[in-house]
């Protein structure tokens, strides 16, 4: 399996309200649950709030990660693992005034041996690049996609309408929230990209379609966020891209070269664990 991420914070933000998780096959974490957790986090709230949510979401994860089996992964654990996100997002904010309204969206898959779990909540966006055509896998939950969804309005439209980041469900809005979970099919060859608006909000579908094709998964997520930037870069950019090598994903023995070399090259991502 080949991953690669980056994260910047655009050409117009004052700081990156965007956090990322990585946790590669070679991980500790990943050979000792035997799952691989990759993860978009896009951050709102006043007064820097939005960073703060961005983070909490990654953290939480990584906590719910290290402390609960995943011998087999299921609708049920991802309901679990973002009821527990969300709900330490939503006491910090009732905790801390300052903070109170933030919250991010949440786009996460975890991998294990054939099968790969979504969830989902706002407009981070998870793609599938396979026979050299881009799919859009997951529904933007904001006012304009559910517009597109019901055919109220095209998504050429829907880039430029006025009131697209309006999202009609985020991560730690509310003390309840109802994830989309989803299973995916895996196929060899196939590359993933899950990203902030930040990149799909700058570059057109087409746009992210050809980068995936012309460069490595190595490049890709760093090239996607420099023609995001090229373009504008009017938000928080993130992007994080994996190749599937083999089915059923498989993770290196301990102490095998393959882990030391992945080590040495892979930990320079950003959001690696």
Same mark, same amino acid.
């Given at each position: 399996?080949?991953?690669?991420?980056?994260?910047?914070?655009?050409?117009?933000?004052?700081?990156?309200?965007?956090?990322?998780?990585?946790?590669?096959?070679?991980?500790?974490?990943?050979?000792?649950?035997?799952?691989?957790?990759?993860?978009?986090?896009?951050?709102?709230?006043?007064?820097?709030?939005?960073?703060?949510?961005?983070?909490?979401?990654?953290?939480?994860?990584?906590?719910?990660?290290?402390?609960?089996?995943?011998?087999?992964?299921?609708?049920?654990?991802?309901?679990?693992?973002?009821?527990?996100?969300?709900?330490?997002?939503?006491?910090?904010?009732?905790?801390?005034?300052?903070?109170?309204?933030?919250?991010?969206?949440?786009?996460?898959?975890?991998?294990?041996?054939?099968?790969?779990?979504?969830?989902?909540?706002?407009?981070?966006?998870?793609?599938?690049?396979?026979?050299?055509?881009?799919?859009?896998?997951?529904?933007?939950?904001?006012?304009?996609?559910?517009?597109?969804?019901?055919?109220?309005?095209?998504?050429?439209?829907?880039?430029?309408?006025?009131?697209?980041?309006?999202?009609?469900?985020?991560? +730690? $809005? #509310?003390?309840?929230?109802?994830?989309?979970? @989803?299973? *995916? &099919?895996?196929?060899?060859?196939?590359?993933?990209?899950?990203?902030?608006?930040?990149?799909?909000?700058?570059?057109?579908?087409?746009?992210?379609?050809?980068?995936?094709?012309?460069?490595?998964?190595?490049?890709?997520?760093?090239?996607?966020?420099?023609?995001?930037?090229?373009? +504008? $870069? #009017?938000?928080?950019?993130?992007?994080?891209? @994996?190749? *599937? &090598?083999?089915?059923?994903?498989?993770?290196?023995?301990?102490?095998?070269?393959?882990?030391?070399?992945?080590?040495?090259?892979?930990?320079?991502?950003?959001?690696?664990?």
């Amino acid at each position: 399996m080949q991953i690669s991420s980056f994260t910047h914070i655009g050409m117009v933000r004052h700081n990156n309200e965007d956090s990322c998780l990585v946790v590669p096959p070679w991980s500790t974490l990943a050979i000792n649950k035997k799952a691989i957790t990759l993860a978009v986090a896009d951050g709102m709230g006043g007064q820097n709030a939005g960073e703060v949510a961005s983070g909490m979401a990654i953290k939480s994860a990584i906590e719910w990660l290290s402390s609960n089996d995943l011998n087999s992964i299921s609708t049920k654990i991802l309901e679990d693992m973002f009821a527990f996100i969300n709900s330490n997002i939503w006491e910090y904010s009732q905790q801390h005034p300052e903070t109170k309204g933030m919250g991010t969206t949440l786009t996460m898959v975890i991998i294990r041996g054939e099968t790969a779990l979504v969830g989902h909540i706002g407009d981070t966006r998870l793609y599938r690049l396979r026979d050299n055509t881009l799919t859009q896998l997951t529904n933007d939950h904001s006012l304009v996609g559910e517009q597109v969804r019901t055919g109220k309005m095209t998504s050429q439209a829907a880039r430029t309408h006025p009131s697209r980041h309006i999202l009609s469900r985020v991560m +730690g $809005g #509310k003390q309840f929230v109802v994830p989309e979970i @989803f299973t *995916i &099919e895996m196929k060899t060859g196939d590359t993933f990209m899950i990203c902030s608006d930040g990149v799909s909000g700058m570059l057109e579908d087409k746009t992210i379609e050809k980068i995936l094709k012309e460069n490595k998964v190595a490049d890709a997520s760093k090239k996607l966020i420099e023609e995001a930037n090229k373009a +504008g $870069g #009017k938000d928080n950019s993130t992007a994080v891209v @994996f190749g *599937i &090598e083999n089915i059923p994903v498989t993770f290196p023995s301990w102490f095998s070269f393959e882990r030391l070399a992945k080590i040495i090259t892979g930990y320079g991502n950003a959001g690696s664990v």
